[in-house]
């Protein structure tokens, strides 16, 4: 197997007819390396495109921007989690998880809907998420700051 010198990411040979493999890999070191997801494990059932945050049990519940412990939202499911299991979910980085959105507007936790987001500024307890760079698509980061 070579690898690339400056990042240590296969080669891919010529003639290779199946590249998943090796594809996977190489992603899997990226995120490893940017920390762009993180490994959580469910407090409650999950959903997609639920913004969550850790409890001091270690488990991740959905967020919602009330002042209370329900905040601040670290991390974006990408898929629907089970309570108990184990996912990678979405520190940082681009996601076409979404729909509706108004392309260059802020994207903020919900005050209002347990693991949601809205594109409407909160009065307080405002916490942004993201921002939308199309209808479907946006750059999250989760700092966990709160406004």
Avoid at 59 to 88: E, I, N
Avoid at 115 to 124: C, D, E, L, R
Wanted: hydrophobic share 40%; charged share 15%; aromatic share 10%.
């Amino acid at each position: 197997m070579e690898t690339t010198p400056l990042y240590e990411l296969e080669s891919i040979p010529y003639g290779v007819i199946d590249w998943t493999a090796i594809l996977n890999r190489n992603f899997t070191k990226i995120d490893n390396a940017i920390h762009s997801h993180i490994l959580i494990t469910a407090g409650e059932a999950l959903g997609v495109r639920n913004l969550i945050y850790m409890k001091s049990d270690g488990l991740w519940y959905k967020a919602k921007a009330d002042g209370t412990t329900t905040q601040p939202a670290l991390a974006m499911c990408r898929a629907a989690v089970a309570v108990g299991a184990q996912s990678r979910a979405l520190r940082h980085g681009y996601t076409g998880l979404f729909y509706s959105l108004l392309p260059g507007q802020l994207i903020y936790l919900s005050t209002t809907t347990l693991g949601s987001y809205t594109q409407t500024k909160p009065a307080s307890n405002i916490q942004v998420v993201g921002f939308a760079l199309t209808e479907d698509t946006a750059f999250m980061n989760f700092t966990g700051v709160i406004l």
